[in-house]
């Protein structure tokens, strides 16, 4: 089965004329993808990056989190020499976790939405 559709195709391929361009009309939207990608998602993916690390670094005790699993906290503790992290989720529950495992600082956010506010009431 596959021999015959091999001859087939091959049967095909002689029929029809060449192309002039060759596969190049193939080969033009890889390298519109290709720009796409370092153009578009690459330099947003960097950005993103670089505010996640900046909000990990700028951490503080008694910040309301909330983790990657979903967990709503307060830090209690953070080392600067190790990637670790507490966070106070009840009154005795405390998880020791790495900093990446933070998704976002909701005081960092709400003091910035609050700053928000007032630039445009001043205005």
Excluded: C, H, W
Excluded at 79 to 86: G, N
Excluded at 88 to 107: A, C, F, P, Q
């Amino acid at each position: 089965m596959l021999e015959a559709f091999v001859i087939f195709a091959q049967e095909e391929a002689k029929k029809q004329p060449s192309d002039p361009f060759g596969s190049a009309f193939l080969f033009f939207p890889l390298v519109i993808l290709a720009l796409y990608f370092f153009i578009v998602i690459l330099p947003g993916k960097r950005r993103q990056e670089k505010e996640r690390m900046a909000m990990v670094t700028n951490l503080k005790k008694n910040d309301e989190v909330i983790t990657v699993a979903g967990i709503y906290g307060t830090v209690v503790s953070f080392s600067d020499t190790k990637d670790e992290v507490v966070v106070k989720v009840d009154d005795g529950t405390r998880l020791r976790m790495t900093k990446n495992s933070i998704l976002r600082n909701l005081t960092r956010e709400e003091e910035a939405v609050k700053a928000q506010k007032d630039t445009k009431e001043q205005k």
